[in-house]
Protein backbone atom coordinates (compact mmCIF):
# COMPACT_ATOMS: atom_id res chain seq x y z
CA UNK A 1 0.00 0.00 0.00
CA UNK A 2 3.03 2.16 1.10
CA UNK A 3 4.69 1.62 -2.31
CA UNK A 4 1.18 2.76 -4.10
CA UNK A 5 0.68 5.84 -2.45
CA UNK A 6 4.24 6.87 -3.81
CA UNK A 7 3.81 5.96 -7.34
CA UNK A 8 0.75 7.95 -7.19
CA UNK A 9 2.52 10.75 -5.34
CA UNK A 10 5.58 10.38 -7.89
CA UNK A 11 3.32 11.34 -11.05
CA UNK A 12 1.97 14.67 -9.31
CA UNK A 13 4.29 17.05 -11.17
CA UNK A 14 4.18 19.75 -8.10
CA UNK A 15 6.57 16.68 -6.28
CA UNK A 16 10.05 17.44 -6.60
CA UNK A 17 12.05 14.12 -7.31
CA UNK A 18 14.95 14.78 -5.03
CA UNK A 19 12.96 15.09 -2.37
CA UNK A 20 10.82 12.47 -3.06
CA UNK A 21 13.57 9.95 -3.17
CA UNK A 22 14.44 10.83 -0.19
CA UNK A 23 11.53 10.33 1.23
CA UNK A 24 11.64 6.94 -0.26
CA UNK A 25 15.36 6.41 1.13
CA UNK A 26 14.11 6.95 4.85
CA UNK A 27 10.69 5.42 4.67
CA UNK A 28 12.82 2.34 3.94
CA UNK A 29 15.40 3.12 6.24
CA UNK A 30 12.51 3.34 8.81
CA UNK A 31 11.26 -0.35 7.50
CA UNK A 32 15.04 -1.95 7.86
CA UNK A 33 15.64 -0.45 11.65
CA UNK A 34 11.41 -1.95 12.49
CA UNK A 35 12.75 -5.23 10.97
CA UNK A 36 15.94 -5.36 12.74
CA UNK A 37 13.74 -4.37 16.18
CA UNK A 38 11.84 -6.88 15.57
CA UNK A 39 14.21 -9.75 14.92
CA UNK A 40 16.36 -8.09 17.86
CA UNK A 41 13.70 -9.08 20.16
CA UNK A 42 12.53 -12.57 18.68
CA UNK A 43 16.67 -13.79 18.66
CA UNK A 44 17.08 -12.19 22.20
CA UNK A 45 13.51 -13.58 23.77
CA UNK A 46 14.11 -16.67 22.57
CA UNK A 47 17.83 -17.04 23.90
CA UNK A 48 16.33 -15.12 26.84
CA UNK A 49 13.64 -17.47 27.89
CA UNK A 50 16.03 -20.38 27.01
CA UNK A 51 16.75 -21.21 30.96
CA UNK A 52 19.84 -18.37 30.53
CA UNK A 53 17.15 -15.38 32.66
CA UNK A 54 19.80 -14.43 34.89
CA UNK A 55 22.74 -14.75 32.60
CA UNK A 56 24.37 -11.92 31.16
CA UNK A 57 24.88 -13.50 28.47
CA UNK A 58 22.58 -11.55 25.41
CA UNK A 59 21.17 -8.43 25.03
CA UNK A 60 18.06 -8.30 26.73
CA UNK A 61 19.83 -8.60 30.09
CA UNK A 62 22.27 -6.26 29.38
CA UNK A 63 19.53 -3.89 28.58
CA UNK A 64 17.35 -4.81 31.66
CA UNK A 65 20.61 -2.75 33.70
CA UNK A 66 19.33 0.40 31.93
CA UNK A 67 15.31 -0.22 32.81
CA UNK A 68 13.81 -0.23 35.83
CA UNK A 69 10.87 -2.64 34.80
CA UNK A 70 12.66 -5.92 32.91
CA UNK A 71 11.82 -6.11 29.02
CA UNK A 72 9.85 -8.77 28.75
CA UNK A 73 7.51 -7.52 31.28
CA UNK A 74 7.08 -4.16 29.55
CA UNK A 75 3.53 -3.37 27.98
CA UNK A 76 4.13 -4.58 23.94
CA UNK A 77 4.06 -0.65 23.03
CA UNK A 78 6.86 0.06 25.49
CA UNK A 79 8.51 -3.44 24.36
CA UNK A 80 8.45 -1.64 20.56
CA UNK A 81 9.94 1.38 22.27
CA UNK A 82 12.95 0.02 23.44
CA UNK A 83 14.31 -2.78 20.71
CA UNK A 84 13.83 0.32 17.99
CA UNK A 85 15.69 2.26 19.93
CA UNK A 86 18.17 -0.45 20.64
CA UNK A 87 18.08 -0.73 16.71
CA UNK A 88 18.16 2.68 15.49
CA UNK A 89 21.46 2.56 18.46
CA UNK A 90 22.98 -0.25 16.86
CA UNK A 91 22.63 -0.56 13.34
CA UNK A 92 21.15 2.83 12.45
CA UNK A 93 22.76 5.73 13.44
CA UNK A 94 24.97 5.63 16.12
CA UNK A 95 26.32 3.50 19.25
CA UNK A 96 25.33 5.08 22.92
CA UNK A 97 27.48 1.99 24.61
CA UNK A 98 24.22 1.25 27.07
CA UNK A 99 22.80 -1.69 24.72
CA UNK A 100 25.33 -4.04 22.12
CA UNK A 101 24.88 -7.52 20.84
CA UNK A 102 26.00 -10.56 22.42
CA UNK A 103 25.11 -13.79 21.43
CA UNK A 104 26.81 -14.90 17.91
CA UNK A 105 23.07 -14.74 16.90
CA UNK A 106 22.59 -10.91 17.85
CA UNK A 107 26.19 -10.03 16.37
CA UNK A 108 25.18 -11.66 13.21
CA UNK A 109 21.93 -9.78 12.96
CA UNK A 110 23.65 -6.11 13.80
CA UNK A 111 26.44 -6.70 11.33
CA UNK A 112 23.94 -7.51 8.34
CA UNK A 113 21.21 -5.03 9.87
CA UNK A 114 24.15 -2.14 9.82
CA UNK A 115 25.53 -2.67 6.56
CA UNK A 116 22.22 -2.44 4.77
CA UNK A 117 20.88 0.39 6.63
CA UNK A 118 24.53 2.39 6.44
CA UNK A 119 23.79 1.98 2.94
CA UNK A 120 20.59 3.65 2.61
CA UNK A 121 22.00 6.48 4.99
CA UNK A 122 25.17 6.80 2.38
CA UNK A 123 22.30 7.11 -0.41
CA UNK A 124 20.45 9.88 1.61
CA UNK A 125 23.04 11.82 2.45
CA UNK A 126 24.04 11.59 -1.08
CA UNK A 127 20.44 13.07 -2.37
CA UNK A 128 21.17 16.39 0.27
CA UNK A 129 23.92 17.01 -0.46
CA UNK A 130 22.94 16.98 -4.07
CA UNK A 131 20.28 19.25 -3.02
CA UNK A 132 22.02 21.97 -1.18
CA UNK A 133 24.77 21.99 -3.58
CA UNK A 134 22.13 22.68 -6.58
CA UNK A 135 21.07 25.52 -4.61
CA UNK A 136 24.78 26.44 -3.45
CA UNK A 137 25.59 26.81 -7.10
CA UNK A 138 22.74 28.80 -8.36
CA UNK A 139 23.15 31.12 -5.39
CA UNK A 140 27.23 31.10 -6.09
CA UNK A 141 26.67 32.09 -9.29
CA UNK A 142 24.33 34.76 -8.76
CA UNK A 143 27.16 36.16 -5.84
CA UNK A 144 29.73 35.83 -8.29
CA UNK A 145 28.08 38.28 -11.07
CA UNK A 146 26.83 40.33 -8.33
CA UNK A 147 30.07 40.41 -7.24
CA UNK A 148 31.71 41.44 -10.98
CA UNK A 149 28.62 44.03 -11.29
CA UNK A 150 29.86 45.85 -8.01
CA UNK A 151 33.76 45.62 -9.24
CA UNK A 152 33.28 47.37 -12.53
CA UNK A 153 31.06 49.96 -11.29
CA UNK A 154 33.67 50.53 -8.80
CA UNK A 155 35.98 50.45 -11.70
CA UNK A 156 34.40 53.52 -13.29
CA UNK A 157 33.32 55.35 -10.04
CA UNK A 158 29.82 55.48 -10.40
CA UNK A 159 27.57 57.29 -8.09
CA UNK A 160 27.26 55.74 -5.02
CA UNK A 161 23.34 56.21 -6.02
CA UNK A 162 23.70 54.77 -9.11
CA UNK A 163 25.43 51.51 -7.94
CA UNK A 164 22.96 50.61 -5.32
CA UNK A 165 20.53 50.79 -7.37
CA UNK A 166 22.41 48.17 -9.91
CA UNK A 167 22.47 46.60 -7.33
CA UNK A 168 18.99 46.48 -5.80
CA UNK A 169 17.86 45.19 -9.46
CA UNK A 170 20.00 42.19 -8.58
CA UNK A 171 19.06 41.14 -5.69
CA UNK A 172 15.22 41.38 -6.65
CA UNK A 173 15.89 39.85 -9.71
CA UNK A 174 17.35 36.84 -7.58
CA UNK A 175 14.74 36.71 -4.83
CA UNK A 176 12.12 36.77 -7.42
CA UNK A 177 13.71 34.31 -10.15
CA UNK A 178 16.10 32.79 -8.01
CA UNK A 179 18.65 33.04 -10.98
CA UNK A 180 16.62 32.37 -13.64
CA UNK A 181 15.91 34.43 -16.78
CA UNK A 182 13.00 33.73 -18.12
CA UNK A 183 13.87 35.20 -21.75
CA UNK A 184 16.80 32.35 -21.80
CA UNK A 185 14.34 29.67 -21.07
CA UNK A 186 11.74 30.95 -23.34
CA UNK A 187 14.73 31.28 -26.06
CA UNK A 188 16.32 27.61 -25.43
CA UNK A 189 13.07 25.58 -25.69
CA UNK A 190 11.67 24.57 -29.30
CA UNK A 191 9.73 26.76 -31.29
CA UNK A 192 6.48 24.87 -31.13
CA UNK A 193 6.96 24.63 -27.26
CA UNK A 194 8.07 27.99 -27.01
CA UNK A 195 5.14 29.25 -28.51
CA UNK A 196 2.63 27.22 -26.36
CA UNK A 197 4.65 28.42 -23.27
CA UNK A 198 4.16 31.86 -24.94
CA UNK A 199 0.19 31.63 -24.84
CA UNK A 200 -0.26 30.58 -21.70
CA UNK A 201 1.91 33.63 -20.31
CA UNK A 202 0.70 35.92 -22.34
CA UNK A 203 -2.67 35.28 -24.34
CA UNK A 204 -4.99 36.19 -21.82
CA UNK A 205 -2.97 39.50 -21.24
CA UNK A 206 -3.31 40.66 -24.78
CA UNK A 207 -6.86 39.44 -25.41
CA UNK A 208 -8.19 41.63 -22.41
CA UNK A 209 -5.95 44.96 -23.33
CA UNK A 210 -7.15 47.61 -25.93
CA UNK A 211 -4.46 46.76 -28.02
CA UNK A 212 -6.80 44.45 -30.53
CA UNK A 213 -9.54 43.66 -30.52
CA UNK A 214 -9.06 40.02 -30.93
CA UNK A 215 -11.67 37.33 -31.41
CA UNK A 216 -11.11 33.14 -31.47
CA UNK A 217 -11.67 33.54 -35.12
CA UNK A 218 -8.35 35.64 -35.55
CA UNK A 219 -5.78 34.09 -33.02
CA UNK A 220 -3.06 34.73 -35.67
CA UNK A 221 -2.33 38.23 -33.96
CA UNK A 222 -2.10 37.08 -30.48
CA UNK A 223 0.45 34.44 -32.01
CA UNK A 224 2.64 36.63 -33.30
CA UNK A 225 2.38 39.22 -30.45
CA UNK A 226 3.62 36.76 -28.05
CA UNK A 227 6.24 35.06 -30.03
CA UNK A 228 7.70 38.35 -29.89
CA UNK A 229 7.09 39.54 -26.27
CA UNK A 230 9.97 40.28 -24.08
CA UNK A 231 9.94 40.40 -19.90
CA UNK A 232 11.44 43.31 -18.80
CA UNK A 233 11.66 43.94 -14.47
CA UNK A 234 11.54 47.49 -13.11
CA UNK A 235 12.31 48.51 -9.82
CA UNK A 236 10.13 50.98 -7.86
CA UNK A 237 11.01 54.67 -8.90
CA UNK A 238 12.90 53.07 -11.63
CA UNK A 239 11.76 55.06 -15.42
CA UNK A 240 10.62 52.75 -17.90
CA UNK A 241 9.97 55.63 -20.41
CA UNK A 242 11.57 58.86 -20.43
CA UNK A 243 10.26 61.91 -22.26
CA UNK A 244 11.50 62.76 -25.19
CA UNK A 245 13.30 59.65 -25.83
CA UNK A 246 12.62 58.03 -28.95
CA UNK A 247 9.93 55.65 -28.94
CA UNK A 248 10.78 52.07 -29.95
CA UNK A 249 8.51 49.74 -27.62
CA UNK A 250 5.46 49.38 -26.11
CA UNK A 251 4.29 47.54 -22.78
CA UNK A 252 1.81 45.33 -21.52
CA UNK A 253 1.70 45.29 -17.28
CA UNK A 254 2.07 41.95 -16.01
CA UNK A 255 2.64 42.86 -12.46
CA UNK A 256 2.68 45.55 -10.29
CA UNK A 257 1.76 49.29 -11.12
CA UNK A 258 3.55 52.21 -13.05
CA UNK A 259 2.38 56.08 -13.45
CA UNK A 260 2.41 58.06 -16.87
CA UNK A 261 3.73 61.41 -15.96
CA UNK A 262 2.88 65.14 -16.62
CA UNK A 263 5.06 66.12 -19.31
CA UNK A 264 5.02 69.78 -17.35
CA UNK A 265 4.60 69.02 -13.85
CA UNK A 266 5.83 65.23 -13.51
CA UNK A 267 2.96 64.26 -11.72
CA UNK A 268 1.36 61.27 -11.89
CA UNK A 269 -1.54 61.53 -14.46
CA UNK A 270 -3.03 58.30 -15.03
CA UNK A 271 -1.92 54.89 -12.94
CA UNK A 272 -1.93 51.95 -14.53
CA UNK A 273 -1.80 48.00 -13.24
CA UNK A 274 -2.21 44.64 -14.06
CA UNK A 275 -3.78 44.29 -17.65
CA UNK A 276 -3.26 47.80 -18.89
CA UNK A 277 -0.68 48.76 -21.44
CA UNK A 278 1.39 51.84 -22.46
CA UNK A 279 3.31 52.95 -25.25
CA UNK A 280 1.43 51.80 -28.30
CA UNK A 281 0.81 54.49 -29.91
CA UNK A 282 4.85 54.72 -30.31
CA UNK A 283 5.25 51.64 -32.20
CA UNK A 284 1.90 51.84 -34.61
CA UNK A 285 2.56 55.01 -36.26
CA UNK A 286 5.48 57.23 -37.70
CA UNK A 287 8.77 57.83 -36.04
CA UNK A 288 8.45 60.01 -32.73
CA UNK A 289 9.66 60.78 -29.83
CA UNK A 290 8.13 59.85 -26.32
CA UNK A 291 5.74 62.72 -24.88
CA UNK A 292 5.36 61.67 -21.20
CA UNK A 293 7.48 59.86 -18.93
CA UNK A 294 6.29 56.82 -17.45
CA UNK A 295 7.98 55.32 -13.59
CA UNK A 296 7.40 52.58 -11.88
CA UNK A 297 5.27 52.97 -8.85
CA UNK A 298 6.21 49.79 -7.58
CA UNK A 299 8.48 46.59 -9.06
CA UNK A 300 6.71 45.85 -11.94
CA UNK A 301 6.75 42.61 -14.46
CA UNK A 302 6.39 43.84 -18.02
CA UNK A 303 5.72 42.32 -21.31
CA UNK A 304 7.48 44.34 -23.82
CA UNK A 305 6.97 44.71 -27.72
CA UNK A 306 9.52 46.54 -29.74
CA UNK A 307 8.98 48.40 -32.53
CA UNK A 308 10.53 46.37 -35.27
CA UNK A 309 9.22 43.37 -33.41
CA UNK A 310 5.48 44.88 -34.28
CA UNK A 311 6.58 45.43 -37.87
CA UNK A 312 7.01 41.61 -38.22
CA UNK A 313 3.61 40.72 -37.08
Request: hydrophobic share 45%.
Amino acid sequence: RATSILVLIRAQDWINVTILQITILGIIFIYINHFAASIMFMVGKWEYGAGRRFNDNNWISQFNQTLEVPLLDLKPFHQYVNCIYWAYSTCGLVAFGDSYPVTYWEKLVVIIFSLISKIFLAFIYAEAAAIVSSGNFAYASFTHKRSKLHQWMKHLKLPKQIQKRALEHYDYIWKKFRGTNDNEVLDSLPPSLRTDVALFLFKQLISASRFYTVTEDDPGVILSIVRRLKIKIFLKDEYIINAGEAAREMFFIMEGHVDILNPEGGTPMVKLSHGDMFGEGSIMGEFQLNRAAVKAKTNVSLAMLTRDDFRLV
